[in-house]
């Protein structure tokens, strides 16, 4: 079984713009690679633009591409969600209970201690949650 995710950021209208990563979207890969591999808003909106990957390489010249067809997200609705914002990344993390996902629909800022540790914290960002109409 797979662990996907969204990657995604907030586009120059303010939209929510996203793709679908299939492999590795833990915290501990896929959160760690773009905190410390996809730094600016360039090189993530490249990222974004390849379209839904198969798994998130550390070089964006690397990034296997998805060969399904699979729409656009509207909704941060899969099991771990980035968003890049202000030259930031956050995460939003649903749970699978009873057959559907389910979202506390909080996103929190996405920090590691060092480059060499992959130990995280995550805080909780109250404007950002507002921004998608989530509450803390």
């Known amino acids: 079984m ?21 492999y590795d979207g833990g915290i501990g890969y896929t959160g760690h690679t773009l905190f410390h591999y996809y730094k600016n808003f360039k090189d993530v909106e490249t990222l974004i633009k390849l379209g839904n990957l198969k798994f998130l390489h550390k070089n964006i010249q690397k990034v296997e591409l998805d060969l399904e067809p699979f ?9 771990y969600n ?3 914002k202000n030259g930031e990344w956050f995460v939003l993390i649903n749970n699978f209970e009873n057959g559907k996902w389910v979202s506390k ?14 130990e995280f914290y995550i805080k909780k960002i109250k404007k950002l949650n507002n921004d998608f109409g989530y509450s803390i």
């Open 2 to 22: 797979a662990t996907n995710c969204t990657i995604g950021y907030i586009n120059k209208r303010g939209e929510y713009e996203n793709i679908y990563c299939h």
């Open 71 to 79: 729409n656009q997200i509207q909704e941060p609705n899969r099991e």
């Open 82 to 84: 980035y968003l890049f």
């Open 105 to 118: 629909k909080r996103w929190k800022k996405l920090v590691f201690d060092n480059d060499l540790n992959k």
